[in-house]
């Protein structure tokens, strides 16, 4: 494989977003019409526009996808103490949501393959007080749904399918994000689409929908009565500037998923074969992956551990970031005695210690993902 030398000296940063022509048109717009808060015309255009490109009759466009998850959970109304399932392998914001509005988190763990949450073990944790579960996908691949979808809909069991890392993927030709009772996604700058920081909540009922509002804007009274407020929420607004680069990325949404599949498919085919790795399929009967961030894995009994990995790819100007790490292990949920169980999580464990994600972002050239593999390659040798 040849490499430009010019790349050796060069910093590739694990995500550099796109912005777009329409971006900056839109944001010029919001900026000359003196619309800068969350008011502002273009927060319900790309409400709508969300949510239609997801099939879902509602939109509540929020400040981040961590606030989406808090006010998406709340707006359920369960009663204090539920359970609700999770993965152990997330981001913290999972357990946050459950654990903030005194609500009990039941842990499951990941399959190593596609380090999703494992369909069997949810159902298997399914009790009396089990309210909600949070489908989570991971890094680019959609959690194997269908049964757990039917089992929580007989069960009268309430879904949140997180799709923060999953704009524009598909599980069994339906978007994901259109499943369950209610979704939610992130515009952070490493996401499908950014809006530099920013979420939305999608589904179709109303009454969620109106819920949602209201929670997202400190559940405002309404007419003479605005102050005088009835419920506790949260100020979470979207401001009119990010709902104007959230219309403009969207524009480009599908030239966006074909780069991040060609990305994806680039490395995986450059690292496929190596035999001290492992990394995320391809396709599958259900998905094919579109790769949010190109994942690998160190097999057991390498002798390179994966911190000194990231410090010989880093020294060679690639940034990494570490895969998640499992909630059973936080420092903060120790401390507060959360996971009291002696319950093991053995795969979410394995990930945890020996994973990380390669230069991912949308900004990201075929010859950097040639430098990078290349590198890789030989450090692994
Ligand atoms: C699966 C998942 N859910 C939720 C979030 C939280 O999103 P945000 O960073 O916008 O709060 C993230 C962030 O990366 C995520 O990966």
Not at 211 to 240: D, K, M, V
Not at 258 to 272: A, C, F, N, P, S
Not at 292 to 317: A, H, P, Q, T, Y
Request: proline share 3%; with cysteine.
């Amino acid at each position: 494989m040849k490499v430009k030398s010019k790349l050796k000296n060069k910093f590739i940063p694990v995500n550099v977003p796109k912005i777009f022509k329409e971006d900056k048109i839109n944001i010029n717009k919001a900026l000359k019409d003196n619309w800068v808060s969350s008011e502002g015309p273009f927060v319900k255009k790309f409400e709508k526009q969300f949510s239609e490109f997801n099939s879902r009759k509602f939109g509540i466009a929020v400040s981040s996808g961590t606030a989406a998850l808090e006010i998406s959970l709340k707006a359920l109304n369960f009663k204090k103490g539920s359970e609700v399932i999770i993965p152990t392998f997330s981001i913290i914001s999972t357990a946050l949501c459950v654990i903030k509005i005194g609500l009990k988190p039941v842990l499951v763990d990941v399959d190593l393959k596609n380090w999703n949450m494992i369909p069997s073990q949810i159902i298997e944790k399914i009790t009396k007080k089990t309210k909600g579960i949070i489908i989570t996908h991971i890094y680019g691949f959609p959690v194997d749904m269908d049964e757990v979808l039917k089992v929580a809909k007989r069960k009268n069991i309430k879904i949140i399918e997180d799709a923060a890392e999953m704009i524009g993927q598909k599980y069994k030709n339906k978007n994901c994000g259109s499943f369950g009772d209610i979704s939610t996604f992130s515009f952070y700058a490493n996401k499908h689409i950014t809006t530099g920081e920013g979420g939305m909540i999608l589904t179709n009922d109303k009454n969620i929908y109106s819920q949602c509002r209201s929670l997202r804007n400190l559940c405002f009274g309404t007419g003479n009565e605005r102050f005088n407020h009835n419920s506790i929420g949260w100020n979470y607004r979207f401001t009119n500037i990010q709902a104007a680069m959230g219309l403009g990325q969207l524009n480009n949404i599908k030239w966006i998923i074909k780069r991040k599949k060609e990305i994806g498919t680039k490395y995986h085919k450059l690292l496929k074969n190596n035999k001290k790795i492992f990394i995320q399929d391809l396709k599958t009967k259900y998905a094919s992956n579109i790769f949010w961030v190109f994942g690998i894995v160190i097999k057991k009994n390498l002798r390179l551990s994966r911190n000194l990995l990231v410090k010989k790819l880093n020294d060679k100007g690639i940034q990494t970031r570490n895969f998640f790490y499992p909630m059973h292990k936080q420092n903060v949920f120790k401390k507060m005695k959360i996971f009291k169980n002696k319950n093991t999580y053995p795969n979410s464990e394995f990930l945890s210690k020996n994973g990380l994600y390669l230069p991912s972002g949308i900004g990201l050239k075929n010859k950097e993902i040639d430098y990078i593999c290349k590198t890789l390659i030989k450090i692994l040798d």
